[in-house]
């Protein structure tokens, strides 16, 4: 089963829509959901503070900010 986090951050109405529109492209198309905020770790922080939500498939970076459904479903259907 493919593996999709969702690095997120309270608060983030952007995170907010990015888990909305996850959950219903789950009902699609099988996989993981892990949703990790961001402020937990402080590399994650550093590293994701500017660009989040930010959304991975099987640990490749697929779409970041202003987030496009569409990239995390082409990846899931590629992977």
Do not use: K
Request: a negative charge.
């Amino acid at each position: 089963m493919h593996e999709v986090v969702l690095y997120h951050a309270p608060g983030c109405h952007l995170c907010e829509v990015a888990r909305a529109s996850l959950l219903a492209l789950q009902r699609e198309v099988p996989f993981a959901l892990q949703e990790i905020d961001i402020h937990s770790d402080p590399e994650l922080e550093r590293r994701w503070l500017y660009e989040y939500p930010v959304i991975t498939v099987n640990g490749m970076v697929v779409t970041l900010g202003q987030i496009s459904i569409g990239q995390v479903r082409s990846a899931l259907t590629r992977a």
